[in-house]
T-cell receptor, first 115, second 118 residues
Framework: DADVTQTPRNRITKTGKRIMLECSQT?????MYWYRQDPGLGLRLIYY???????NKGEISDGYSVSRQAQAKFSLSLESAIPNQTALYFC??????????????FGPGTRLTVL | AQKVTQAQTEISVVEKEDVTLDCVYE???????LFWYKQPPSGELVFLIRRNSFDEQNEISGRYSWNFQKSTSSFNFTITASQVVDSAVYFCALSEDWGSGGSYIPTFGRGTSLIVHP
């Protein structure tokens, strides 16, 4: 089974709808992240969380919110989706210590289309 | 602030050619980590390598090799005898060390799309 899972994998929705993307991990990592990927723009950070009680905005948090329900779960919400939020969304996890410090492990991605 | 530049947007080669993907970074921190990730056409992001700023030794893993040079702030990735399966988008990333006051959030370059033709 995958260490980092995302649901749904694909979603088509309409402008104005509320959407939630979910991420779960079995890696035991404290840190979790949400990124969006747009062609030619690489990965841009939306939100990140270093533990259940720590939530931080990334470079493009407007229009998004997150919830860290447990160490293993980090969800991303679009309160009122708009077409320019059409993108590929990735969840990632990492640890802070040891040989894997800051190495990000990504989920398979969620392709979101907002019509 | 940290920054990663991958100047090559797309590279096209024929199978068996060697190819080097460039990565130039900027940081004011003395302790940092550099990474390469691969994104094949299927879309997932796969971790390839992590390098500590104190370790400038080049690394080779099969047909892959990485050349880390602090003097030029570069962390280039070479694929020897490229294969069609190497076709992917490759991302370079940098994170600054938490302990020395860095941002500790990885910054990604915009990626280089490698197309290997049979």
């Amino acid at each position: 089974d995958a260490d980092v899972t995302q649901t749904p994998r694909n979603r088509i929705t309409k402008t104005g709808k509320r959407i939630m993307l979910e991420c779960s991990q079995t890696k035991g990592h404290d840190r979790m992240y949400w990124y969006r990927q747009d062609p030619g723009l690489g990965l841009r950070l939306i939100y990140y969380s270093f533990d259940v009680k720590d939530i931080n905005k990334g470079e493009i948090s407007d229009g998004y919110s997150v919830s860290r329900q447990a160490q293993a779960k980090f969800s991303l919400s679009l309160e009122s989706a708009i077409p320019n939020q059409t993108a590929l969304y990735f969840c990632a996890t990492s640890v802070y210590s040891g040989k894997e410090t800051d190495t990000q492990y990504f989920g398979p991605g969620t392709r979101l289309t907002v019509l | 602030a940290q920054k990663v530049t991958q100047a090559q947007t797309e590279i096209s080669v024929v199978e068996k050619e060697d190819v080097t993907l460039d990565c130039v970074y900027e940081t004011r921190d003395t302790t940092y980590y550099l990474f390469w990730y691969k994104q094949p056409p299927s879309g997932e992001l796969v971790f390839l390598i992590r390098r500590n700023s104190f370790d400038e030794q080049n690394e080779i893993s099969g047909r892959y090799s990485w050349n880390f040079q602090k003097s030029t702030s570069s962390f280039n990735f070479t694929i020897t005898a490229s294969q069609v399966v190497d076709s992917a988008v490759y991302f370079c990333a940098l994170s600054e060390d938490w302990g020395s006051g860095g941002s500790y959030i990885p910054t990604f370059g915009r990626g280089t799309s490698l197309i290997v033709h049979p």
